[in-house]
Every structure is written in C-alpha cells, then in structure tokens.
C-alpha cells in the first residue's frame, strides 16, 4: 500500500468544524482513501473511505483532491467525543480483505 | 448485533510464560486478523486468516507467536516463553465478505498484555 503522510496533531474547539488532512503523493489510480479513528483506550473504528468523489456519511465527510494526491477529512462540529487518532490508510482496490497499514495518525485534542 | 469480542480484556504474566488470547469475531465474517499496539508505538499486523485458505503469517515478529483459528469463527492468539518487549495491546479485527471489495475492518477493544 502506498505511503500517507498526516499531521502528528491537531487542535479544535468544541462545536467547531475539523479539517484533518492526509497527503498521498504516491496514490495509484486503484487505491481507495479510507479513515480509521480510535478512541482512547478503544480499538480502532471505520469513519469513512472513497475512490474520486466526495464522500458523506452520517459520521464524517471525505473531501479528495482532483489529483487524488491529498485527502481531508471533515468534521462537521467536533465534541469531546471525537477527541481520538485519526488514520488515513490506501488500500489497493482489489484488496478486500487484507490488513489494514497503520501509520502513527494525527492526534486530535477537542477542547471544550 | 454483537460487535468483535476478545478475551481477557487484561492479563498479567511473568517473563517466560505461555499466554493464551481469545477472539470471538462478529458471526459471519470470514476474514480475522490480529493486530499488536506497542506503547508509544502505532498499529502493526501480525497475522489473518481468510476463510479456508492458509493464514497470512507474515506479520509474527518470531516463532513464539502463533494463531489458529477454529471452525472459522473463534482464534486464539498463542505467545510462548513471554518477553518484556511482548507488553502492548492486542487486537483483533473482523471483515465481512472476500476479494473485491472494499470491506470494513470491525475490531473489538483488545487485551492489555504486561509482562513482567
């Protein structure tokens, strides 16, 4: 899987919108963006993926560049629950079932 | 319906005992993988099995780990002779369906090893 590269950490304040970017310069045409977070003490959880096109759901929106080189994830209005890691992860699009490469994610700290 | 579930959440052991990890995947699921989390460390792989086929073992750092993974469903996650070095959070995910798809990776909330 191709490399990401995140910010270690980020701050927001609580109600706020968060942008958390991912650069991905090596991205190929196939691999899909997904986001993984995990909460303290907690394993990690399933935000949000995408191929090209913007993507919403009921947790988070994905907003990718037109060159697919960078990705940012938004949240809408942070609260203190969302205090966690955040990773952005390539997977190959054939890659169904294969583990999941971590890198270190960017700490996001919400303050009330 | 039921989420990932591992047991025990916690376990403490001296250096050079055996351990035993258990993980109960979500019903259904084909694929299961392990996972480690060392302090101050991130995410690293160590082993997943999909359905019948041979287990990826690529990610065990020696031969004191291994997994097996019975009926499809529950696997236990084995470490012989524990070191210092093998203290960290194991976790254990689960996917749905095979190649092809993009599928999510549910994971449940990991055992704390400690050895001392």
């Known amino acids: 899987d191709a490399k990401t590269t995140q910010p270690n950490s980020m701050e927001s304040n609580e109600e706020e919108p968060v942008h958390l970017p991912c650069n991905h310069s090596t991205i190929s045409g196939t691999d899909y963006i997904h986001w993984y977070r995990q909460l303290p003490s907690q394993g990690p959880e399933y935000v949000i993926h995408?191929?090209?096109s913007n993507v919403n759901n009921r947790m988070a929106s994905l907003a990718i560049a037109e060159d697919r080189k960078s990705s940012t994830l938004i949240l809408h209005r942070a609260t203190l629950r969302d205090a966690a890691v955040y990773y952005c992860?390539?997977?190959?699009?054939?890659?169904?079932?294969?583990?999941?490469?971590f890198g270190k994610g960017t700490r996001l700290s919400v303050i009330a | 319906g039921a989420g990932v579930s591992q047991s025990p959440s916690n376990k403490v052991t001296e250096k050079g005992k055996d351990v035993e990890l258990r993980c109960d995947p979500i019903?259904?699921?084909?694929?299961l993988y392990w996972y480690r989390q060392s302090l101050g460390q991130g995410l690293e792989f160590l082993i997943y099995?999909?359905?019948?086929?041979?287990?990826?073992k690529s990610g065990l750092p020696s031969d004191r780990f291994s997994a097996e993974r019975t009926g499809g469903s529950v696997s236990t996650l084995t470490i012989q002779r524990t070191q210092q070095e093998d203290s960290a959070v194991y976790l254990c995910a689960s996917s749905l369906r095979t190649k092809g798809h993009q599928e999510t990776q549910y994971f449940g909330p990991g055992t704390r090893l400690l050895v001392l």
């Open positions: 992860i390539l997977r190959a699009g054939n890659s169904g079932n294969t583990p999941l490469v």
């Open positions: 019903s259904g699921h084909t694929a």
């Open positions: 995408g191929l090209t």
């Open positions: 099995f999909q359905g019948n086929s041979a287990p990826d």
